[in-house]
T-cell receptor
Framework: AQSVAQPEDQVNVAEGNPLTVKCTYSVSGNPYLFWYVQYPNRGLQFLLKYITGDNLVKGSYGFEAEFNKSQTSFHLKKPSALVSDSALYFCAVRDSDRGSTLGRLYFGRGTQLTVWP | GAVVSQHPSRVICKSGTSVKIECRSLDFQATTMFWYRQFPKKSLMLMATSNEGSKATYEQGVEKDKFLINHASLTLSTLTVTSAHPEDSSFYIC???????????FGPGTRLTVT
């Protein structure tokens, strides 16, 4: 069964410091991994994805994530946080066998990131 | 990038009435659309998956007669909340996926309040 774990409900960092939002996953086949960000009363915005290839994936707004197969992790990172990065972040996984799951995503519970000035 | 719209963005309705939410893919053909419900500060709960021209697949515990989903074209899916009750108040988000896409593109969400 597919599942995603985001172990931290809340991450607080000071502006200018590096940030990490953790995500681990479980899938039966090869994973497709995604990060989304949600601002209050808005839908989800796509940040980045890992399908295949380089383990380090670069995405929008200076975010990046590293796919680690042995640790089944896909942590989101940014070298220097901004106050405007404060939002709710979701990790999601999809099984590469699209036909079996109709392409549905399995979401983590979300991590609230707060960047203080 | 691909754009998905939702209408209305906010709706208030009285208990017992029905309300329809539209989800449109503006610049691509959405072979599959997904409907989610989100409670405050919580993750997204998948309600149903719909493929164009066929019946929606509902997740366990979601009443198909209460949450009617229609995916009549490759650019439009609708969710109708029938006989709404205050406990149906929530944030409803749709997403869409095309044949050649690995990802889902999300709409901006609809805030439903049932009084």
């Amino acid at each position: 069964a597919q599942s995603v774990a985001q172990p931290e409900d809340q991450v607080n960092v000071a502006e200018g410091n590096p940030l990490t939002v953790k995500c681990t996953y479980s899938v039966s086949g090869n994973p497709y991994l995604f990060w989304y960000v949600q601002y209050p009363n808005r839908g989800l915005q796509f940040l980045l994805k890992y399908i295949t290839g380089d383990n380090l994936v670069k995405g929008s707004y200076g975010f990046e994530a590293e796919f680690n197969k042995s640790q089944t992790s896909f942590h989101l990172k940014k070298p220097s946080a901004l106050v405007s990065d404060s939002a709710l972040y979701f990790c999601a996984v999809r099984d590469s066998d699209r036909g079996s799951t109709l392409g549905r995503l399995y979401f983590g519970r979300g991590t609230q990131l707060t960047v203080w000035p | 990038g691909a754009v998905v719209s939702q209408h209305p963005s906010r709706v208030i309705c009285k208990s017992g009435t029905s309300v329809k939410i539209e989800c449109r893919s503006l610049d691509f053909q959405a072979t599959t659309m997904f409907w989610y419900r989100q409670f405050p500060k919580k993750s997204l709960m998948l309600m149903a998956t719909s493929n164009e021209g066929s019946k929606a697949t509902y997740e366990q515990g979601v009443e198909k007669d209460k949450f009617l989903i229609n995916h009549a074209s490759l650019t439009l899916s609708t969710l109708t909340v029938t006989s709404a009750h205050p406990e149906d108040s929530s944030f409803y988000i749709c997403s869409a996926s095309g044949l050649s896409s690995y990802e889902q593109y999300f709409g901006p969400g609809t805030r439903l309040t049932v009084t």
